[in-house]
């Protein structure tokens, strides 16, 4: 009897003393809006495909660790405005665009959501951002500043 009461006394002092555990909470999923002039929802476009490629290299699958909210302009960069705005309303955690146009839409619809720029055009000369160095406000990305480097390819060149 004595080993019984011992028993339910260790196993109760053992109880009391356990801390709660809590259930892990599931990771939050980030959330990308990715807008694009090429392609449509069923034939999304070479941008759309290297994006995921490149998602895909980094170890992020759609709809598992990530989900990405594609939009399309179809080539009318007047819908640029409306699928920002679109985005920014489903709250996306950040948000990828290219060209002037869809820059400065997303740049006018959010002062808070990461802006991601792919952008041919230099964005300093275009009044997008500050400096190359330090853009400013929520804005980061890449250019490709091909008009701009032309001389200096060709000065490297001619040193070869």
């Given at each position: ?23 892990q ?37 759609e ?79 890449i250019?490709?500043?091909t ?7 060709l000065?490297?060149?001619r040193?070869?």
């Open positions: 009897m004595s080993k019984k009461i011992f028993c339910l006394t260790l196993c109760a002092l053992l109880l009391a003393l356990s801390f709660p555990v809590e259930a909470q599931p990771k939050k999923v980030p959330r990308i809006g990715f807008v694009t002039p090429i392609g449509d929802p069923n034939t999304p476009g070479p941008q759309a495909e290297a994006f995921r490629q490149g998602l895909r290299d980094l170890g992020y699958i709809g598992k660790n990530i989900l990405v909210e594609y939009r399309y302009t179809e080539g009318k960069g007047d819908r640029n405005p409306s699928l920002v705005a679109e985005l920014v309303q489903l709250k996306v955690d950040v948000l990828v665009v290219p060209g002037p146009v869809a820059i400065r839409a997303a740049m006018q619809a959010t002062k808070t959501i990461p802006i991601v720029i792919v952008t041919p055009v230099d964005p300093v000369a275009a009044g997008l951002i500050d400096s190359l160095a330090r853009p400013g406000g929520n804005v980061t990305g250019t490709r500043l008009q701009e480097l032309s001389g200096k390819r000065e490297l060149l040193e070869i």
